[in-house]
């Protein structure tokens, strides 16, 4: 049980992901103060206090902190924010799980990724140059942005020289890389990082659809856990180790996505070292019994990721058998939600959240990217049966209407 009664948290950021943390904070007695550079952000609403401030105008952000006594900072689901984060904390005298420039970029650059997977023996996929011989489909990215912004599917060279612009646009340093386009099942790993000791907690199958030609497949959810998790944490689990021994990780959180072979072989393609937006640590703390995001906020506030025995109660092939149904909605304007309230009330779902409220508007630039889940679900049946009653009524009541009386949603199950 955490105690942080009399300390006060500053989050970076105030959108519907950051009111997870403000009201896991508010749960355990800390008092919230936001910050974003949009005024109607939806924590600001639920934060103790609220500023109208940009995350990244460091001096700005140290200067808050003095004038109201903040304890801890965190940031949370967005990469962008982790070296503002770091250079607040910094000058803030604060603690901060990012303890090197490295780290971020690590997490950032995916040619750097590639580079540490190759050194500690870890399968990567390799990058193809502009004139390789082409084994299409291909997929182009940005190499330092995230969400899905700027990926895009080629399945000749005229498509390749569009992919190519959309990924330069989307990358700050206008870089860019090609892969050949795998069609494996894919998976998510996750980490804790307590006192320098890397804790592998959790694999989950990433199942994947497509919304529209030309752009990457979007999560429709997960299923824990992965069928790989053995074969990962037996064989892959030690050289991760190594890796983030190397990158002097001390503390914090990281997820990484890939995918799984033939051989139930996980290849990875993309890290986030922070908060990861499938919220698994809802699950977690349902079947295990620890909080990762508590975790995180008890680092920000106390300097220590562990407050009592949630590291024994890791184990990540013990897990019960667990669902993150991801609704992905086409753009447009939403009129109205319904059957939320009956979601809620369903035996087996634990918790319901909207990345949208009504009247939010979805455009044409959403499509392909992580922005399109619009209803995340999380799941722990008694059984199987029980678990396809819950996607019947998901089916039956869960709609995302638009302005014009359609249905939003794209999906209602997860399937591998």
Same mark, same amino acid.
């Given at each position: 049980?955490?105690?942080?009664?009399?300390?006060?948290?500053?989050?970076?950021?105030?959108?519907?992901?950051?009111?997870?943390?403000?009201?896991?904070?508010?749960?355990?007695?800390?008092?919230?103060?936001?910050?974003?550079?949009?005024?109607?952000?939806?924590?600001?609403?639920?934060?103790?206090?609220?500023?109208?401030?940009?995350?990244?105008?460091?001096?700005?952000?140290?200067?808050?902190?003095?004038?109201?006594?903040?304890?801890?900072?965190?940031?949370?689901?967005?990469?962008?924010?982790?070296?503002?984060?770091?250079?607040?904390?910094?000058?803030?005298?604060?603690?901060?799980?990012?303890?090197?420039?490295? &780290?971020?970029?690590?997490?950032?650059?995916?040619?750097?990724?590639?580079?540490?997977?190759?050194?500690?023996?870890?399968?990567?996929?390799?990058?193809?140059?502009?004139?390789?011989?082409?084994?299409?489909?291909?997929?182009?990215?940005?190499?330092? %942005?995230?969400?899905?912004?700027?990926?895009?599917?080629?399945?000749?060279?005229?498509?390749?020289?569009?992919?190519?612009?959309?990924?330069?646009?989307?990358?700050?340093?206008?870089?860019?890389?090609?892969?050949?386009?795998?069609?494996?099942?894919?998976?998510?790993?996750?980490?804790?990082?307590?006192?320098?000791?890397?804790?592998?907690?959790?694999?989950?199958?990433?199942?994947?659809?497509?919304?529209?030609?030309?752009?990457?497949?979007?999560?429709?959810?997960?299923?824990?856990?992965?069928?790989?998790?053995?074969?990962?944490?037996?064989?892959?689990?030690?050289?991760?180790?190594?890796?983030?021994?190397?990158? %002097?990780?001390?503390?914090?959180?990281?997820?990484? &996505?890939?995918?799984?072979?033939?051989?139930?072989?996980?290849?990875?393609?993309?890290?986030?070292?922070?908060?990861?937006?499938?919220?698994?640590?809802?699950?977690?703390?349902?079947?295990?019994?620890?909080?990762?995001?508590?975790?995180?906020?008890?680092?920000?506030?106390?300097?220590?990721?562990?407050?009592?025995?949630?590291?024994?109660?890791?184990?990540?092939?013990?897990?019960?058998?667990?669902?993150?149904?991801?609704?992905?909605?086409?753009?447009?304007?939403?009129?109205?939600?319904?059957?939320?309230?009956?979601?809620?009330?369903?035996?087996?779902?634990?918790?319901?959240?909207?990345?949208?409220?009504?009247?939010?508007?979805?455009?044409?630039?959403?499509?392909?990217?992580?922005?399109?889940?619009?209803?995340?679900?999380?799941?722990?049946?008694?059984?199987?049966?029980?678990?396809? &009653?819950?996607?019947?009524?998901?089916?039956?009541?869960?709609?995302?209407?638009?302005?014009? %009386?359609?249905?939003?949603?794209?999906?209602?199950?997860?399937?591998?």
């Amino acid at each position: 049980m955490y105690n942080w009664t009399g300390k006060k948290l500053l989050v970076l950021g105030a959108t519907n992901f950051q009111c997870e943390i403000v009201k896991t904070a508010q749960k355990f007695g800390a008092k919230v103060v936001v910050i974003d550079y949009n005024e109607n952000s939806p924590a600001k609403k639920l934060a103790d206090e609220n500023y109208l401030i940009n995350a990244v105008d460091v001096d700005r952000v140290v200067n808050l902190i003095k004038a109201k006594n903040i304890d801890g900072v965190l940031t949370g689901f967005a990469d962008s924010l982790l070296p503002a984060y770091k250079e607040i904390c910094n000058k803030s005298n604060l603690p901060c799980y990012i303890t090197n420039n490295e &780290q971020i970029t690590f997490t950032l650059e995916k040619t750097v990724f590639k580079d540490y997977l190759k050194r500690f023996g870890i399968p990567y996929i390799k990058d193809l140059k502009e004139n390789d011989n082409k084994d299409f489909p291909l997929i182009v990215k940005p190499v330092d %942005n995230s969400g899905a912004r700027g990926i895009s599917i080629a399945h000749d060279e005229e498509e390749l020289k569009t992919s190519i612009a959309l990924a330069l646009d989307n990358s700050k340093s206008k870089k860019y890389i090609i892969e050949k386009y795998l069609t494996y099942p894919e998976a998510t790993v996750f980490y804790l990082f307590v006192e320098g000791k890397a804790y592998f907690t959790l694999m989950g199958n990433r199942c994947v659809a497509p919304v529209k030609d030309g752009f990457i497949k979007l999560p429709t959810g997960y299923i824990f856990p992965a069928e790989a998790s053995e074969k990962f944490e037996r064989e892959l689990h030690p050289k991760f180790q190594k890796m983030f021994e190397e990158l %002097n990780i001390e503390n914090g959180m990281m997820f990484i &996505q890939g995918f799984v072979d033939e051989e139930n072989t996980f290849i990875p393609y993309e890290p986030g070292f922070r908060l990861t937006g499938s919220l698994e640590y809802i699950l977690l703390e349902k079947v295990q019994g620890y909080n990762p995001l508590a975790m995180m906020i008890n680092y920000a506030l106390t300097g220590k990721m562990n407050n009592g025995n949630e590291l024994a109660r890791i184990s990540p092939l013990k897990i019960k058998k667990c669902y993150n149904i991801s609704c992905l909605i086409t753009p447009g304007e939403i009129k109205k939600i319904e059957g939320i309230d009956i979601l809620k009330k369903t035996k087996g779902i634990e918790y319901v959240f909207l990345s949208y409220k009504e009247g939010d508007i979805l455009t044409d630039d959403n499509w392909g990217k992580l922005s399109q889940i619009g209803v995340r679900i999380f799941v722990v049946p008694d059984n199987e049966l029980q678990y396809e &009653q819950i996607q019947e009524t998901i089916r039956n009541n869960l709609k995302v209407i638009s302005k014009d %009386n359609n249905n939003m949603i794209i999906n209602f199950n997860i399937e591998l």
